[in-house]
């Protein structure tokens, strides 16, 4: 379904550049045919409307999204080297990775007022078999353990901590007694490339704003 929009907008981006749709590339080819995509927005300054799912968006949604969160208005929007979105605002040195569009914003922020609710739920019923000493879990809980406390400990929200504890707790007393849920956990996370995760100084630049977090980098 994305494909299809993505071919639909570029053809209409193309219209409007040309006078004629002078792009008939297969659906199927969908990194080439995103490149185009990308190619032709930054050509149009990102002017031009997204239609997705009935509901239009432009370029005055994003700045409001950011204005709110960041104090800042996008200047451009571009793809990354590797993958993904950067986001360049207005007197801030760093972009900021992704393209936090107001309406997938929207929806995710529906999702994060709903999960707590369904943690809570979950953690309500499984409280009487988690254990109080993470000793008694196995080794790989274990440390999933520890991080989730570290994630708690630099939490300074209330809140928030009880989130993150619910959270942990409920992962870990999963994994510990199901086997083959623990097992391909483990399998998974041990592929995980560090380098890839930890912040760098593009990442601080917005982590810094945010003074409900010790942040470890800073200790």
Known sequence: MFEKELKDLLNELTLKETGKK???LAIGDFEALKEKVLKKFERANYKEKIQEDGE?????????????????VIEKIKPGNNSGFLTFLKGLTFPMKGFP?????KAVGL???????????MYNRLKPVIPEDPNEYSKSVRELYRVFSLLIKRESNETMKRKWQEMRDIICIILEKDLAYRLRMQD???????DEIRLDEGDKQFANENESYKWGYKN
């Open 22 to 24: 002078d792009y008939d």
């Open 56 to 72: 239009v968006f432009t370029e005055e949604g994003f700045q409001e999204y950011l204005k709110k969160h960041h104090g800042a």
């Open 101 to 105: 569009d107001k309406k997938s914003t």
């Open 111 to 121: 999702m994060k007022r709903i999960i707590p609710f369904a943690f809570e739920v």
């Open 188 to 194: 998974v996370l041990s592929e995980i490339n560090l």
